[in-house]
């Protein structure tokens, strides 16, 4: 079937079968790998998008859904590591194998637009359905709580 | 830059998606590959049978016998077949392979495969293994036994007043890097093979494909791994044979990538554990006057790195303590399940759990506060191992002593601390545990001296490569290294380049594993800076007070200027024979505290706070190192509770999907610091020491520490998840 969504800002219009998976189509039709695949059933959260803004697995997600939607990837997000959100990442060094990064910075974004002042509770809750194996999440969750506090300092 | 935080220099590309893991690698007309496995621990292969009527014309299909060379994927002793001639040996061994120019049709051929085979008994108990009537290897089911004698334990225990016995066991554990296992192999122009993938050691993978392909016209290249912990150790020289083989056959560029079912169910988990203490105590004093010790280990249907792991398991045995009679032996045994390999801790977590563990019950039964018993026997400077090692540095002390000093400044009760703010109304109970670790980096004994890692520095232009055949899987080797050689120069970083990790290119500088690549492997990397500044001085002339830089800015000739350094070897005796002499070149250490509430309801475990303070020598960068404590940490803390690798009857891991095999998130992690004491270490680089595997070593005995804390209930096996702590608090309930 034909489907059309916005993809980082463009639109794109292709042929797919209903049922292809986002990943998919993200990483074998469209070239953006950034995107990965961990586990194929919703629970690492490697293959995390931003649809229409909020944080979907793209595992889960059948292209007949994405019709008219807006998709952010992590290509989307700045080509040049200089989102506020990946310079945190990289200044706290919450990247290790890098694996889950794409994911987390993804899902992180996505959080601080909805809650800017939040709790690192809160934060630790929010980025729950990204797994991450190799830092124990504090420089994650440092990364992202530092990075709310800039901003709000910035308003 | 050395000892300052630093970002990572592959960071960018991390944060941006544009680092290419192997199947992100885009590559023109790659046909996929998939294995053929068993459902059944053991038979007699009788045939593979082809549907009929499914067209195979654009597949190519592999068994044994189109091994050109030895089935074998050699790495101690030759038993593991690439493929499945006659005998099956655990469930999910690799049988045949086959290749198609899509996933799908691969995927879908694979479905028209059966396999015929008469089932034989199997054996699945390692307690039964040894000697069984069933045999796997060998005479007697034994892969490797080692042994330490230390003092006359039979005088210890003839003359002992308390004698004090338990057992402990620790089980699977599956390493979880987030990037599946993956292979690709391309054909080269020479008719031989590149192979290319996720891997912490290519030149395990050079050295086994020989044998297997018949020919050397082969190289193996590493891309972003995308994390390993061991578990990407052993396991890619089988998977690289199948691609190379599937390659060969079709004249295809083939890639393998497990999905996460068939990595859980198919790969090298931690071994499981079986210990055995008993102990000869001062009832007054609370003294260590012996301790005897088996371990018995669970090293699956092949050897693998089974040996290393007992041996390593064995060195740590005894503890952080010190005590003049010492006898431990362990033995590493067959069964017929998939074979367990390489682990972050590779054998220290489980006996180092136990000890833990066996101190814990000693200080229950005679009556001592737990903190107190470690404080009596704790290893002090100038005091001699198990093995004779005498410690050169009052480390054990300092690491412990910052424990106690968090411990007072943060009483348990207090909340000072940032977690899972878990609003659900609870009936909550905390518990503080603490406990002690050592950790010996690189090969054991004097093999880093007898190994003589090898690493190149190139001056090209103006920058300077680094050629090395360790890896960076996520722990950070591809920015210290560059660190290293920056700072030896006086360089820039940006001027410093890591080479290709090509084994047609770099020279073996052994695996990336057993904490060794920073302190052993950095250490030549170092030496191979040195020997720049001095192939340049040579060339173009030495002037007084010139900077390395200046020197490249005079230099005239265009040529590339390589130097190559091996490590200098260090002061460690070993008799490998008897287990005596300095096991590894030093030891680390490290002191955990942790506390956790625990649900006296759901038996749900919430970790609330982890301190470590660890000697980890000079960290290079202490960020990257603060990083590698929290993450080993974390995943320790899930061996320890949700981890369960649920075992079925025909031996096979029955949850294997991240559904139910359970990782901790973010919730689930406690609030973490880590103390480090950053005293130089004379053999490493900068002074640093090996710390990779540490973390792992200590949690896990903490947390049964603090659950008996908390509750009183002694657990001493794990996991020691929810459904065991309910048991026992229902045990408890319908006693009183």
Redesign the interface.
């Known amino acids: 079937m034909r489907i059309q969504f916005e993809l980082n800002g463009q639109p794109v219009e292709i042929d797919q079968p209903p049922m292809a998976r986002l990943v998919d189509v993200l990483r074998i039709e469209l070239g953006l790998t950034g995107t990965k695949e961990g586990c194929g059933e919703g629970e690492c959260g490697a293959c995390t998008v931003l649809m229409n803004g909020e944080a979907v697995n793209s595992c889960l997600l059948p292209i007949c859904q994405v019709q008219g939607a807006s998709i952010t990837t992590i290509e989307g997000l700045g080509q040049m590591a200089d989102h506020p959100m990946q310079k945190s990442f990289l200044e706290h060094g919450a990247v290790q194998c890098g694996f889950c990064t794409p994911g987390l910075i993804l899902s992180s974004t996505a959080f601080l637009k909805e809650n800017p002042n939040p709790t690192r509770a809160e934060i630790r809750r929010a980025l729950a359905g990204n797994l991450c194996r190799c830092t124990g999440y504090q420089k994650i969750i440092n990364a992202v709580y530092d990075e709310a506090f800039a901003k709000g300092e910035e308003k | 830059m050395i000892g300052q935080?630093f970002?990572?220099l592959?960071?960018?590309?991390?944060?941006?998606?544009?680092?290419?893991?192997l199947?992100?690698i885009?590559i023109a007309n790659c046909w996929y590959g998939v294995t053929i496995r068993s459902s059944v621990p053991h038979a007699k292969l009788i045939g593979i049978d082809r549907d009929p009527d499914f067209d195979w014309s654009n597949i190519t299909f592999v068994t044994a016998d189109d091994i050109p060379g030895e089935n074998c994927v050699f790495l101690n002793t030759p038993d593991q077949p690439v493929l499945v001639k006659d005998e099956i040996r655990h469930v999910a061994e690799p049988v045949a392979l086959l290749a198609a120019p899509s996933r799908e049709l691969a995927l879908e051929a694979r479905k028209h495969v059966t396999l015929r085979y008469e089932e034989c008994e199997a054996l699945l108990d390692f307690e039964q293994s040894k000697g069984n009537q069933i045999k796997i290897f060998g005479d007697n089911n034994v892969f490797a036994k080692a042994e330490i004698r230390h003092g006359d334990i039979d005088a210890a225990f003839a003359n002992a007043e308390c004698i004090i016995e338990g057992d402990y066991y620790t089980s699977h554990q599956e390493?979880?890097?987030?990037?599946?296992q993956g292979i690709c192999a391309k054909p080269r122009e020479d008719g031989g093979i590149t192979i290319f993938g996720s891997m912490q050691c290519p030149y395990y993978i050079q050295n086994a494909l020989g044998r297997i392909l018949g020919h050397e016209r082969f190289n193996v290249v590493q891309t972003?791994?995308?994390?390993?912990?061991g578990g990407k150790e052993e396991y890619p020289s089988i998977l690289s044979a199948h691609a190379a083989l599937l390659c060969m056959k079709s004249g295809q560029t083939v890639k393998m990538i497990y999905?996460?079912d068939e990595d859980l169910l198919a790969t090298t988990k931690r071994h499981p554990c079986k210990a055995h203490y008993k102990t000869a105590v001062d009832p007054k004093t609370g003294k260590l006057l012996a301790i005897d010790v088996s371990l018995l280990f669970d090293a699956g249907a092949y050897n693998t790195l089974s040996p290393v792991v007992n041996s390593r398991g064995v060195l740590h045995a005894a503890g952080p303590y010190y005590c003049p009679n010492v006898h431990i032996i362990g033995e590493m045994v067959a069964t017929h399940t998939p074979p367990n390999g390489a682990f972050r801790g590779f054998g220290a977590p489980q006996s180092l759990f136990a000890i833990e563990r066996h101190l814990d019950r000693i200080a229950r039964e005679l009556h001592f506060d737990p903190i107190e018993l470690r404080n009596i026997n704790l290893f002090h400077q100038g005091q001699e191992t198990p093995t004779g090692q005498v410690l050169k540095a009052p480390l054990a002390e300092a690491v412990w002593k910052s424990a106690l000093d968090f411990a007072a400044e943060h009483p348990k009760d207090s909340d000072d601390f940032?977690?899972?703010?878990d609003d659900t109304p609870r009936r909550l109970a905390r518990g503080r545990g603490m406990v002690v670790g050592w950790h010996g980096a690189g090969f054991t004994g004097n093999g880093e001296s007898i190994f003589k890692a090898k690493s190149d520095v190139e001056l090209n232009g103006r920058d300077v490569y680094i050629f090395t055949g360790s890896i960076d899987?996520?722990?950070?080797l591809d920015s210290v290294f560059p660190a290293i050689v920056a700072d030896t120069l006086g360089l820039p970083i940006e001027r410093v380049h890591m080479g290709p990790h090509d084994t047609a290119q770099v020279p073996n500088s052994g695996p990336t594993a057993a904490s060794r690549s920073t302190m052993v492997v950095g250490a030549v990397v170092k030496k191979a800076a040195e020997n720049l500044i001095e192939a340049l001085k040579a060339e173009i002339g030495a002037s007084d007070g010139e900077t390395f830089a200046q020197m490249v800015d005079r230099r005239q000739n265009t040529a590339p200027l390589r130097v190559r350094a091996q490590y200098p070897g260090d002061s460690a005796v070993w008799d490998r024979d008897l287990y005596r002499g300095d096991a590894y070149p030093d030891y680390a250490w490290i002191s955990v505290l942790v506390d956790l509430d625990v649900d006296l309801d759901t038996g749900e475990i919430l970790f609330r706070r982890l301190f470590q303070s660890a000697d980890a020598g000079v960290c290079l960068n202490p960020?990257?190192v603060?990083?590698q404590f929290?993450?080993?940490?974390?995943?320790a803390l899930g061996w320890s509770h949700s981890e369960h690798v649920i075992v079925g009857q025909n031996g096979a891991m029955r949850n294997n999907?991240?559904?139910d095999y359970i990782?901790p998130?973010?919730?689930d992690?406690p609030?973490?610091s880590v103390d480090l004491k950053n005293i130089p270490f004379e053999s490493g680089p900068f002074g640093a020491k090996g710390m990779g595997e540490m973390p792992h070593d200590c949690p896990a005995a903490a947390v049964a520490q603090a659950i008996e804390d908390a509750t009183g209930i002694v657990l001493d096996e794990l996991p020691m998840n929810p459904e065991a702590i309910v048991a026992k608090l229902l045990a408890r309930s319908e006693k009183e």
């Not at chain 2, 972003?224 to 912990?229: N, P, Q």
């Not at chain 2, 940032?418 to 703010?421: F, V």
């Not at chain 2, 929290?630 to 995943?635: F, N, P, R």
């Open positions: 935080d970002q990572r592959d960071g960018p590309a991390k944060v941006t998606g544009q680092a290419r893991y199947d992100d885009p390493q979880l890097y987030l990037e599946p972003t791994t995308g994390g390993a912990f999905r996460r940032d977690c899972n703010a899987m996520g722990q950070g960020q990257s603060r990083g929290e993450g080993g940490a974390l995943q999907h991240l559904t990782i998130t973010s919730l992690a609030d973490m």
